[in-house]
């Protein structure tokens, strides 16, 4: 064979040569790849800063890219909270604005075990996406698991679960909401006794305006004695132990509840019960802040009945649960950061991202402002 010359070894050292110059060709082809790759990865990590313009296919809880369409199921926690109301109202419109094929919405009354079933009748018709508003953090990881391992991703509205996948939680900053109602009551009611009607504590929800509430009254404002009342988000629960406790506390001077769609109408029948219903400004006031911002709550700010309230946005929680499943079918991911929409991705402990969404104190003061969604329900 020509052009070759065999060594004492045997082998052929021109074939050696040969294979040696294909090696340094496949190292620089390789090389020149990772360049490229390096400034993919560079640009894709300079666009994605958590704006929901700002997106990039890849598994989005669900699998790989799609095209967003196909059935999406949602399911409510309960439907006897004004809020929980208006926020079934705004599915059907928001579903509409967002392009998502929403199926009618499931009820699942307050009953955590009963919402596992509704996330299961839903994958078996078939849903593409499932947007749930969780009872139970921790219980709710059952249903979650049985979505991923359908290939359905999950968006989670109101209650950031345990456990679980989800593509995002849509929420508002819990926290925020204990230590506002904290610093209201604390800048009106110098001294003295004040309760906190809390949610259910296997909520993250409750757990988290109980403890900020809590917290920000021991660090700020110790001149204040917090008295607490487990109510569960059942406003039977908190009419009859609001009742009780008032019968061996009253001098209350302050109360917060971490839910007005269910807390607000028990909470004043009973003073008023009492004869402890007094209008704003007058001495026997009890200062009163709550969360939700319906229009019930507005109402009773306006009549000097309560003080503020937290306004929970119904709207957008509707609005952003369509946004992010759909974006979620497609295959879309997000990172933390500002959004375009007044609000900040974060990353949970447990790695899941939520979209925290604004949520404002309203008092006498900004009751009437038209942007408020509690102003806009018919």
């Known amino acids: 064979m020509t052009g070759t010359t065999m060594d004492s070894k045997g082998t052929t050292r021109g074939n ?211 008295l607490e009342i487990p109510a569960k988000w059942e406003s ?6 609001l009742d009780t406790l008032l019968n061996a506390n009253p001098d209350i001077k302050g109360i917060y509840m971490q839910a007005g769609g269910v807390y607000l109408a028990p909470t004043l029948q009973t003073l008023k019960s009492k004869g402890m219903l007094e209008k704003a400004g007058s001495a026997k006031h009890i200062t009163i802040v709550s969360n939700d911002g319906i229009p019930q709550e507005f109402a009773a700010i306006r009549k000097g009945q309560i003080d503020a309230t937290v306004s929970q946005p119904a709207d957008t929680y509707a609005k952003y649960g369509m946004y992010y499943i759909k974006a979620a079918m497609q295959g879309k991911k997000f990172k933390p950061g500002a959004t375009d929409h007044g609000s900040k991705i974060v990353k949970l402990p447990s790695g899941t991202l939520e979209d925290q969404l604004p949520a404002p104190l309203v008092t006498k003061k900004n009751v009437d402002d038209s942007e408020l969604w509690g102003n806009t329900v018919k």
């Open 16 to 226: 050696s040569a040969a294979r040696a110059r294909s090696s340094r060709a496949r190292s620089s082809r390789r090389r020149g790849l990772g360049a490229v790759a390096l400034l993919g990865c560079a640009a894709l990590a300079l666009a994605a800063c958590g704006s929901t313009k700002d997106t990039a296919a890849g598994a989005g809880g669900g699998g790989g890219a799609g095209d967003g369409k196909g059935k999406v199921g949602v399911i409510l926690p309960l439907l006897t909270s004004p809020f929980w109301q208006s926020y079934n109202d705004y599915v059907p419109k928001m579903a509409k604005s967002e392009g998502v094929d929403a199926l009618k919405t499931v009820n699942s009354n307050s009953d955590p075990s009963q919402q596992i079933t509704d996330i299961n009748n839903q994958l078996n018709q078939g849903v593409k996406g499932l947007v749930v508003a969780p009872l139970d953090s921790a219980a709710i990881g059952a249903g979650l698991d049985q979505a991923e391992r359908k290939g359905v991703p999950v968006v989670a509205v109101d209650v950031a679960p345990d456990k679980g996948k989800v593509a995002m939680v849509v929420r508002a900053n819990n926290v925020a909401y204990g230590k506002k109602a904290c610093e209201y009551l604390g800048d009106h009611v110098k001294s003295g006794k004040v309760v906190q009607i809390m949610g259910d504590l296997a909520s993250v929800n409750g757990r988290e305006r109980s403890k900020a509430f809590r917290d920000c009254v021991k660090d700020k404002y110790p001149k204040l004695k917090v």
């Open 236 to 241: 039977d629960t908190a009419a009859s132990k």
